[in-house]
């Protein structure tokens, strides 16, 4: 379906990549915004307050990250489109009901505008530090998406995309965006009303009698329901059975786990997202993601202008990861270059999907500015080697 | 009239029981615990509400208490430990016609979401919180919690408290709750009564039970079984409506303040942010 014309700011605008997500974020249907306030995410917060009257959302400043994390899913049972914004800090409050959303299986949307950590770290400074927090944050067995946007424009469009693909799946969709991305300003198209692609909630048709709420469809994603409609249904983060119920044993356990893996897993062909360039021929490959894949594409033209034969793969939808396409570059090049504003975590992926049928190297960068793209032009030489 | 709609109509029906999940019966409740006597009385307070039953959800935080809303036959929700209140906000503010209930015990509202108790009441957001206080949390093994009072014992507390306990009313009057009241198990008139004044309130109503919990808290302050518990409560409770709640703490084994103690009139969150979103209408800003 397409997206409500209401709140839509169709033209071309100059936005910082932080507001271009609140726009993005209406354009996809959402209406409930809780958060707290915490650099260098703020303005996505702020943006929604001013804008929610005229676009009819509910917005609410919580007294903490834990509240807002918790209040956007009491709002997807209540029928909003909802999310919660953040950055390292209030994020590591959240993932408690991360958790919970995977668990219950809540269709929300967690923005993380990534600062330099551990703990409070570099508030106003960029990293890509948790993106295995994004992955492995809450305790247990459970699968999530995130998405990495590396501009203004991709903030707009690719939100819509995490909010299409929570309520496909019934997951929480991570964000992952950056300080760099979140406040460079750029040109951001936003398309008409009718262009946008919304993907609407999947609520049962079934009368109350017949509704079992986690029952999954042949996809393994169950039909939802929202309270007030008579269903009278249960909902808990204990492990339970598809009535709702909680059931305390291993075999209700596997089945429910198992599935919440594989709703994910066994659909990574519909869920990911990356971009290759020239890497049919390539003796090496970039493999990059956010702020990053732009250093990258000046380093890999630094290094193409030595003669290299170097491709590039931006990674849109870092978690699922690609396992398939990394083990097949993996056979056909000399060595993966895996830049990144931290000290090595999804080249830990791609050196398990590349299975040593090829040379994984690590451009690491513990945080605080981007990388100099001659480090990674180094890197790539150092590589084709 | 057939034989079968017969016997039916004759057949006693617990009043109560369209109110409970009966299929998740027997519940886990010990004898004597007072939670199911609290339920019971909810499930009698929501038929004199008057209120559309498929309008109405509870939510639970975790412990004994936080089970409730798994046996009551309503949309209910089961949340994380300590932020039942927060989860209610989101569900409350999404959907305003819901009625929304918070049903928790003492550990989870006060002392993990102790926080969110505060504000809760401070947004007077339109919420009913119901707080089964037992003193002790229960369903880990009886260790102590912001209510136990002082002396009293606990396994973390083996030797006795020595931190002083929280006043809930008077915690929940001074944070900007509109009605206030307190209970114990044995009030279960008094409590059905406080539990449809504080469904129907506007904005942020609180009500504490005062419970046994004959399994831990009782057993190891050597207080008596449940029934034991009822005789003291119906001798140490003191009805005093309308006192002021800085009077109403609870030391170890003296008398119990009960009654409705704040039943005011307060702009709740939605009236005010309603009218500001009619301002803003007026002025063109927002969407009717």
Redesign the interface.
Known sequence: MSADTNGILTGSHYLDGDHACSEGAIAAGCNFIAGYPITPSTEIFERLAWRFPATGGTFVQMEDELASSIAIQGAVWGGAKAMTVSSGPGISLMMEHVGLAAMSEVPCVFVNVQRGGPSTGLPTLPAQGDMMQARWGSHGDYEIIALCPNSPQECFDLIIQAFNLSERFRVPVMFMMDESVGHMTERVVIPAADQIDVVARRYTKLPADEYLPYKPGDDMVPEITKAGEGYRIHVTGLTHDERGYPVMDARCQRQLVTRLADKINNNVDEITSFVEDSVEDADVVVVSYGITSRISSKAIRAAREKGLKVGHLRLIVVWPFIEQRIRELASKVKAIVVPEINLGQVVLEVERCAGGHCKVISVPHAGGAVHDPQTITEAIVEAAR | MTQATTEASDKIVNPVEQYL?TE?IPHIWCPGCGIGTTVNCFARAIDKCGIER??M?I?SGIGCTGRV??YL????????H??A???????????P??NVVLYSGDGDLIAIGG??FI?AARRNIDLTVICVNNFNYAMTGGQVAPTTPVNAVGTTAPHGVVERSFNLPFLAESSGAAYVARWTAYHVRQLTKAMVEAINKKGFSFIEIITPCPTLYERRNRLGDGLARMQWYKEHSVIKNGAPTRECDIEFQNEIVCGKFVDKDLPSFLEVRNAQ?EN?RREG???S
């Open positions: 999940r998740r498929e309008k959800a939510v809303a798994g036959n309503f949309d209910s929700f089961h949340t994380t300590g932020r209140i927060p989860f209610a906000t989101g569900l409350k503010l999404a959907n016609e819901l926080n969110h504000h979103l803003l800003i927002a969407r």
